[in-house]
């Protein structure tokens, strides 16, 4: 990596050089346009100055240019340097024959392989720096994990100075840690003593906390939320199912892909055919001018006018607007990109993008947003022994129920916890008070405290039951899927019943449905169970033969690599570190704004705004990015197609017409003109389209909107 940005630094240099050398060719050019009196102002239009500058800028930035495009011609595999370096070495030499033989009567253009050169190197610097961000080296992963791990000592006996900080990597298989909590888990274990929840959502995408006891596995970077842990090390310090991402990630990144741009892909035909037409023209008139143009033409040199036509053949189809054609259109769709929140790396990606035919989506923050959130809350009807001869009735209404549950949680650091003191506030009914001393919490089972003199239990229905529900209910509780029921006591009655769940986003289906109508194969990858998994796909669009659950980070880095065996070009959309080796290996890594850094840094693009129907303004950009780029390389082409005859003297017989070098030059500078205007056409085209795919977009909302006052439903239980 380090390596890629010093040679991004040394293009910068060449780059800084050569634009200044036009600038200085420029000043010079406008002194004498505005007949600058000053003899010192006259030496910067003089002709051999010119020559040192166009001489300066061939042996200096565009030195490597020239001798690669030299040596793949040799190699009989030219390519865009091979043109480059034809197109100036010719302007150069039809020059100096201008400069030392006057009576040729040509007119030099030293400036044409400066200008050359500055702009070949601006597109190559520009194709450079989007290489390095769409490469990660990975590093801000590996920093995830703590760089101490606190060791037990005296055999494993927990006494006071029992415990010593080691680096993690020292730890070896068999040591003993403790883990206090909200600490990241240092190495890959097996739990020895304690319980907690644990927050593995970046490995397995199950956006709640699983519950850790002892004999349960534990990994590297996963947080230990509300227990103490005592670990047993399985694997060495250094040797973490971290670690074996990163290197799953840096193995796909390492593959090379021979992505071309499309000006290369034809740049060995097109050279290979300037040649011939070059050499044949100097062939033709060098021995049929005589017998076809009177000696008044030719100036009595049949060799001069056939070596002026010949050069002019090669300056004309110098590759300025060839060059141009994709890095201009390219930096015009990435610019787009940024100010529409689309971060887009690089001009290879738009291409590969714009011919995906394949979307696999990660399930937890990508399909949904994420984290839990209260769906629904149940009432039941309760009948409560108020004596041993008189029953009543009792109800909680929701917002009772969920002020009284957030009290309790509002002491709490779990992620569920949180989901229903968030759904207190939105219904403003948080204002519940804890009695001091009263909370009690065990990790994985639930929370009780006193609130206005009533015990208050919240969590599961073992943990309620032991703080005195003595009833059962009658009718089985609705098991929703992708949902978790957590139960809510008040002394010995059961008040209700609170749903969580991770939240669908909302704009998925239409983005799903609008893939599917371009014949686009959509897939859904997930760590979560499998009904889960499945429920998401439905209410998304998703058929069940294409849903994959339970699958671990190689396994979708897998799963990716076999679709691509079968010619599909693949887009991975995911947010999460266990995405981070697929989104590698995939064609096109896409990764949501509000996912992990590390999905982000190996991703293609990146949905700056976390909304997930920025994926189709993303495909929209790449297919018109694309489509400009071959709209300017058939006018750069069509160009060539007139001009070069032209240029040859195919008119000259005819009404005396023949391109100088010179004119060659200012034609080619006005193709490139017209490549850069089509370019900048493309933010009218696609702000237009933008318009036409959110006309039919469901009102977004980020946020879902809470509903409980009207879901107040009935359980019946009884004594």
Not at 32 to 44: G, Q, R, V, Y
Not at 131 to 152: N, Q, V
Not at 215 to 239: C, D, F, K, Q
Not at 657 to 683: K, Q
Request: aromatic share 6%; glycine share 8%.
């Amino acid at each position: 990596m380090e390596e890629k940005r010093k040679q991004l630094r040394e293009s910068g240099c060449e780059l800084a050089v050569s634009w200044a050398l036009c600038a200085v060719c420029l000043v010079g050019h406008l002194s004498h346009f505005f007949a600058a009196k000053a003899p010192w102002i006259h030496a910067f239009h003089s002709t051999g100055f010119h020559m040192s500058l166009s001489l300066f800028t061939l042996l200096g930035p565009g030195r490597q240019l020239i001798l690669d495009g030299l040596k793949s011609l040799l190699k009989r595999a030219p390519n865009m340097n091979t043109l480059v370096a034809l197109g100036a070495l010719s302007s150069f030499t039809v020059s100096s024959f201008a400069a030392f033989l006057p009576k040729l009567g040509w007119k030099a253009f030293f400036e044409e392989p400066i200008m050359l050169i500055a702009f070949v190197l601006l597109g190559r610097n520009l194709e450079q720096r989007a290489k390095i961000k769409a490469t990660s080296d990975m590093t801000g992963l590996l920093s995830m994990l703590p760089s101490k791990a606190r060791l037990l000592v005296n055999n494993g006996v927990t006494e006071v100075g029992s415990i010593v900080e080691v680096p993690s990597d020292s730890l070896s298989v068999g040591d003993q840690i403790i883990v206090l909590p909200g600490d990241r888990i240092p190495a890959d274990g097996v739990v020895r003593a304690g319980r907690s929840t644990v927050d593995e959502s970046s490995f397995t995408g199950e956006p709640l906390p699983v519950t850790k006891l002892p004999g349960s596995e534990v990994a590297a970077g996963s947080i230990n939320i509300n227990g103490t842990l005592t670990l047993e090390v399985r694997r060495p310090g250094g040797e973490t199912a971290m670690g074996d991402i990163v290197r799953l990630v840096e193995e796909a990144q390492s593959r090379e892909t021979p992505v071309q741009r499309l000006a290369d892909k034809v740049a060995g035909h097109f050279t290979y055919g300037v040649m011939a037409v070059s050499f044949t023209t100097f062939t033709f008139w060098s021995l049929f001018g005589t017998h076809i143009l009177p000696a008044s033409l030719y100036q009595g040199s049949a060799v001069s006018l056939a070596l002026q036509l010949a050069c002019s053949v090669l300056v004309i189809a110098c590759p300025c607007a060839l060059g141009l054609a994709t890095p201009t259109a390219v930096l015009v769709g990435t610019s787009l990109g940024a100010t529409r929140g689309l971060l887009l790396r690089g001009g290879n990606i738009l291409e590969k993008f714009a011919m995906v035919n394949t979307v696999v989506f990660d399930k937890t923050g990508t399909l949904t947003i994420g984290r839990p959130v209260v769906t629904m809350v149940v009432s039941p009807t309760c009948r409560q022994n108020a004596t041993s001869s008189q029953i009543e009735e009792t109800t909680w209404s929701d917002v009772e129920i969920l002020r009284l549950a957030a009290a309790v949680e509002s002491n709490s650091v779990h992620p569920v916890g949180k989901a229903i003191v968030d759904a207190a506030q939105e219904l403003n009914c948080h204002n519940g008070k804890v009695a001091d001393g009263s909370f009690l919490e065990e990790p994985g089972s639930g929370a009780v405290a006193t609130i206005d003199n009533k015990q208050v239990s919240v969590g599961t229905w073992e943990w309620i039951t032991r703080h005195g529900i003595k009833s059962s209910i009658q009718e089985e509780v609705e098991e929703c899927k992708n949902q978790s029921v957590v139960y809510v006591g008040v002394n010995d009655t059961l008040a209700g019943l609170i749903y969580i769940q991770d939240e669908i986003r909302e704009d998925a289906r239409h983005v799903i449905d609008t893939l599917s109508k371009q014949n686009i194969d959509v897939y859904m990858l997930s760590g979560d169970k499998r009904n889960a998994a499945e429920y998401v796909a439905s209410r998304v669009g998703i058929p069940k033969e294409r849903v994959l659950s339970g699958v671990k980070p190689d396994e979708k880095k897998n799963f990716i690599n076999e679709l691509q065996k079968d010619q599909n070009i693949v887009a991975m959309v995911g947010d999460g570190i266990n995405d981070a080796a697929a989104l590698a290996s995939s064609h096109i890594g896409i990764a949501l704004g509000g996912g992990v850094g590390a999905a982000s840094e190996v991703s293609s693009i990146v949905l700056m705004r976390n909304q997930l129907s920025q994926l189709l303004d993303a495909l929209e950009l790449s297919r018109l990015t694309m489509n400009t780029v071959k709209q300017n390389l058939w006018w750069a082409f069509i160009y060539n197609i007139v001009g070069i005859p032209i240029a040859a003297g195919v008119l000259f017989p005819v009404n005396g017409t023949m391109l100088t070098p010179s004119i060659a030059g200012a034609l080619m500078g006005l193709s490139s003109i017209g490549v850069m205007s089509n370019s900048l056409l493309l933010r009218f085209k696609f702000s237009s389209k933008q318009k036409q795919i959110h006309a039919t977009f469901p009102n977004i909302k980020i946020k879902p909107d809470s509903d409980l006052p009207h879901q107040n439903q009935k359980i019946k239980y009884s004594s």
